[in-house]
């Protein structure tokens, strides 16, 4: 189809729905620097709207030509893409995945509403993205690989508060995904306590320990006890184990002989 661009009033543009929830606006400094640089060269791609006025491509340019004063800018109008939403949605979502420095979770939120997208789309509306395997390939455009795209899917199921932590880096990716493995109730217990000023990666290690079984060195070491004599019997049961059966035996004997020193210590 034919790319024609014309000058569109500013006034009359408006974000993406999607905009503030997945990508939200650059930096006063570095808009000024796309500012200065519109300034000097002009505006170098046209943005990309619906007939509506709805932005596709283009938000930050948008917001640079306002700042410089501008009251109209050069567009795309997408009249191709005015009654496909879903097609719409996957335009916009894709440029900005491109073009944006995004946080992994950030990323990741791209991901899932391009999932989601996809089953919304016939097969032959879909991007060369989805028509392969899209966590794989998206993966590959983000540089990471399939598997730890989806470990920040993961987290995507724990409360925004631990979202934040887990970008700020107080809270590992490995624990991340714990908590969105913990019931609900454990969720929202996190969520209250780091929302009300306590520390997120202290409230998350003792979420985690939570009911988890303390074992004191003294059940270690009749857990070892136990695995060896089962394994003498194992091995006493065969004649031709019995050098083994002898070792496994004086083990044992060295195991007991500890275990009951422990047990002569005073508590």
């Not at 998350?204 to 009911?211: H, P, R, Y």
């Not at 006890?225 to 496994?248: C, D, F, G, Q, W």
Request: proline letters at 6%; hydrophobic letters at 45%; aromatic letters at 2%.
């Amino acid at each position: 189809m034919d790319k024609l661009i014309t000058k569109q009033p500013l006034a009359g543009l408006k974000p993406h729905p999607l905009q503030a929830e997945l990508f939200g606006d650059e930096p006063r400094p570095r808009l000024r620097d796309l500012a200065e640089d519109m300034r000097a060269n002009g505006l170098r791609e046209p943005v990309e709207i619906l007939p509506d006025g709805t932005v596709i491509c283009g938000h930050q340019r948008v917001r640079a030509a306002e700042m410089l004063g501008w009251t109209a800018i050069d567009a795309w109008v997408r009249t191709d893409l005015a009654d496909q939403r879903a097609a719409a949605d996957q335009r916009f979502i894709e440029d900005n995945l491109t073009r944006r420095q995004l946080t992994p979770l950030a990323q990741a939120r791209c991901y899932k509403r391009l999932e989601a997208v996809g089953k919304a789309l016939p097969a032959d509306k879909r991007s060369n993205a989805m028509r392969g395997r899209l966590r794989d390939v998206v993966g590959s455009r983000l540089g990471m690989s399939g598997r730890t795209l989806d470990r920040y899917v993961r987290v995507l199921d724990t409360p925004l508060s631990v979202q934040a932590a887990f970008e700020r880096g107080e809270v590992k990716l490995v624990d991340a995904e714990k908590v969105a493995g913990l019931p609900a109730a454990a969720r929202d217990a996190i969520a209250a306590a780091v929302d009300g000023g306590a520390d997120a990666k202290a409230t998350v290690a003792a979420a985690l320990t939570a009911g988890r079984p303390v074992r004191s060195p003294l059940s270690e070491d009749l857990a070892r006890l136990s695995k060896n004599l089962a394994a003498v019997s194992t091995a006493t049961a065969t004649s031709r184990l019995r050098p083994a059966a002898a070792e496994r035996l004086r083990k044992v004997r060295d195991e007991i002989d500890r275990i009951l020193g422990l047990a002569a210590l005073p508590v």
